[in-house]
């Protein structure tokens, strides 16, 4: 597959990146990152309900009458501000690979 570069008659090949090892290596470790991600997203969501409802654990008291399922509520605000700051900063250095992984292409592509 070939792709348009620019103005200019440079294509690229996207196949041949594909193909490459540090672009493989990419690839891994950001599935990897992300599908870690998404299970602590998901599981402490799914938790939850589960521990409301078929649990007394949340409904303990905590401070006066605030029991620990508001606690738990707020921390998964937290938990997800969190992971979005977590998330922005991986990206930020999954972009800077990525532009390495283009200029060793272009490299030996020349």
Known sequence: MFM???????????DKIAEMQSF?????KKNSFL?????????????????????EILHQKAVGEITWVWFY?????????GL?????????????EAKAIIEEYERGVE
């Open 35 to 55: 599908w870690t991600i998404t299970v602590i997203f998901l599981a402490a969501y799914l938790l939850l309900p589960i521990l409301t409802s078929f649990t």
């Open 73 to 81: 509520s707020a921390g998964l605000f937290i938990m997800t501000w």
């Open 4 to 14: 348009a570069r620019n103005l200019k008659d440079e294509r690229i090949d996207y």
């Open 24 to 28: 493989k290596e990419l690839t891994k």
């Open 84 to 96: 979005a700051h977590l998330y922005v900063a991986k990206a930020n250095s999954f972009d800077k």
